[in-house]
Each structure stands twice: as C-alpha cells, then as structure tokens.
C-alpha cells in the first residue's frame, strides 16, 4: 500500500525532525479525515521551531487547515510525540479535545508531577543501581534539556481503551500496548489491516524499555516484560502495513517482531555471560553490554540493562540482592 493509496483512505502522514538519532527517523504525525468533516490527529510531533514548521508546511502540502482538527490523540507521554499539541490547539483558536492512556498523562498535562520534579527521585534510584554521582549528574543535564522540547496541556482526557474510533474511511480500535511506557496505545483497522504502531514497533530501532518510577521512587512497571506480552498480541493481529511513530510505513510485522525477540534474547546471554563470572551492579551490566556509552546516554543505556534483567529475573534466571544500598545481580544459585 502506498502514500497515495492511504490518501484514499483518508490517512497522511507529515514527518518532523527530532534531534535524537536513538529515535530512527523523523517523528510521524498522522492526520486522518473525520466522518462528517475536519481531521483527527494521531500524535503532534516535538515542540521545537524546526518540527513545527515541518508540521505547517506538511498540513499546507496535503491541503488542510489547523481550524479542521477535531481531536488529537497522542500515542504516549514522550516529547517527541506530543510537543507541538499545544500548538496545535493555538492555531486551531478553538476547543478541542486532546486524549490519551491515563498512565501517560501525568508526562504531558499540567498539575501533575513532573519529570523534574521526580529527579531526587531518579537519582535515588540510579544510585541504587550502583551509577556514580559524576556520571548521574552529567546525565541530568541532557534530561532536563530534553523537557524544554514541548510545552504542557493544559487538560487531556482519558481515551477509552477498546472503544473504535470511527473516522471517514476507517474503524480504529484503541489498543493498549504498554512496553515502551506504561501507557502506549495503538490503532488497529482490522478491514483494511492497517496498524498505528507509534513507537509500539518500529522496524530498524528496537523501541527503549524506560524506567518508570512510582510515587515511591521504586519501580512500578517492568517495561520489557510488559513489551514481550504486548508485541505478542500485535504478532497475532493480521497486519499489512504498519504505520510507526518514526520512519517510512513497512509490512511485514511478524518479521520484525521475531528479529527483535531474538535481539533481545542475545542481549540476554550477553548478560548472563558476564555475571557467570562475578554478580554486577545494573550500571557495570550497562558498561558491559554499551561499553561505548556517554554520560548523557546514560537514562537509555541504563533502562535497557535493567529491563533486561528483570526479565532474567521473572525466569529466575537471575537474583538480586541490596548490598550497603546498592543491588547487586548475580546468577540464580550462585552464592553471594
């Protein structure tokens, strides 16, 4: 299916640049024609100057008005994803109704927790994980650049989970797909097998398991445990083109979801390899599996280690211990 044949259905796709390579591509804002009239936007893109006018210049390409936008729903919490909404509602002038999973809209709408102000929180929590206070504090500057990217809600509804979003040509069903974070949703038209995977699945980046701390700074959610379910549930689905959140739409799903358990399988030897030969900390499992990895890496490289070891731990491959504050991983049976 190509370009011209989701124009048919109603679908356009406008690309806008992010400045993190890790992303795999521009970020993908999908605008589709409403039954009766206007556009519903699936994502916003990033709130920078430079995403925006690619945003404007991509609605005046496909021939549509910002006045036409009748909701926005946002795939999940990231900047990268609903930055410019809150543009979007300005040149709009009007109201309109902007949704997302309610464990993602804390990340974007206004009165709630920020990530700032969850930092002492994070650096609690990275040190626990054995993360030099030089290095965690380098690693927040690049952290709190990024929160400068997009400008907050100031209100943003809940999107019912399994209800279908009838648009003009197509039936969306809303698919809660928590991996990536906790409250990734995706869009399903099982009539013309199209799939909406923002960053739920992408082809040639793996989509990074985040930490996600609760209000206790602890862990709340085990992001890639929770992704191999998910992405199971999207193998089943038939699917012809998928519609990530970076990058050129592509088929073959069952494809690039096999190559990516297999990816992480090995990540997963390569872990156990290393701690055969003495227990770690999660940051010397980082070092071992991203021995090239800056400072300002360090949130990514460090949510990849981690994610990967509580699956070997839900195996119980892999046990942990906290050792004068910080957890120490070795492998199932060894002694301490």
């Known amino acids: 299916m190509t370009e011209r044949d989701l124009a048919d259905l109603g679908v356009f796709r406008i690309p806008v640049p992010v400045p993190f390579p890790q992303a795999g591509g521009p970020a993908n804002v999908y605008v589709i024609e409403e039954r009766g009239g206007g556009v519903m936007l699936f994502d916003a893109g990033l709130g920078t100057p430079e995403a925006e006018e690619a945003l404007q210049a991509g609605f005046s390409r496909i021939g549509k008005r910002f006045s036409e936008v009748r909701r926005v729903v946002i795939s999940h919490g990231h900047v990268d994803h609903f930055g410019a909404a809150r543009s979007v509602l300005e040149w709009h002038g009007g109201e309109v109704p902007v949704y ?63 209800e279908v979003l009838s648009l003009a040509h197509l039936e969306l069903e809303v698919l809660h797909m928590p991996g990536h974070t906790p409250g990734v949703i995706c869009l399903h038209d099982p009539v013309h097998r199209l799939f909406f995977s923002d960053d739920h699945l992408l082809e040639k980046v793996s989509p990074n398991p985040l930490i996600e701390l609760g209000p206790d700074g602890e862990e709340r959610f085990k992001p890639l445990l929770a992704y191999l379910e998910s992405v199971g549930r999207l193998h089943a689905l038939e699917v012809d083109l998928v519609l990530p959140g970076h990058a050129e739409p592509f088929g073959g799903h069952r494809r690039v979801i096999d190559a ?42 460090a949510s990849e280690a981690v994610a990967n070891l509580e699956v070997l731990e839900a195996r119980g491959e892999v046990s942990r211990d906290l050792d004068d504050g910080v957890y120490r991983f070795r492998l199932a049976g060894r002694e301490r």
């Not at 700032?116 to 927040?140: H, I, K, S, T």
């Not at 156990?272 to 599996?289: C, D, G, H, K, N």
């Open 260 to 301: 990516l358990v297999q990816f992480y399988g090995k990540r997963q030897a390569r872990i156990r390899a290393a701690l055969s030969e003495r227990p770690l900390t999660a940051y010397q499992v980082m070092r071992e599996i991203f021995p090239g990895a800056s400072p300002k890496e360090l949130f990514l490289t």
């Open 100 to 162: 997302a999973h309610p464990a993602d809209i804390p990340k974007m709408e206004q009165g709630t927790r920020y990530w700032r102000d969850a930092m002492p929180y994070y650096a609690a929590y990275f040190a626990r994980l054995g993360v030099p206070a030089e290095v965690m504090q380098a690693a927040a500057g690049g952290l709190s650049a990024s929160l400068r990217l997009a400008r907050r809600l100031e209100s943003v509804r809940a999107v019912p989970v399994g």
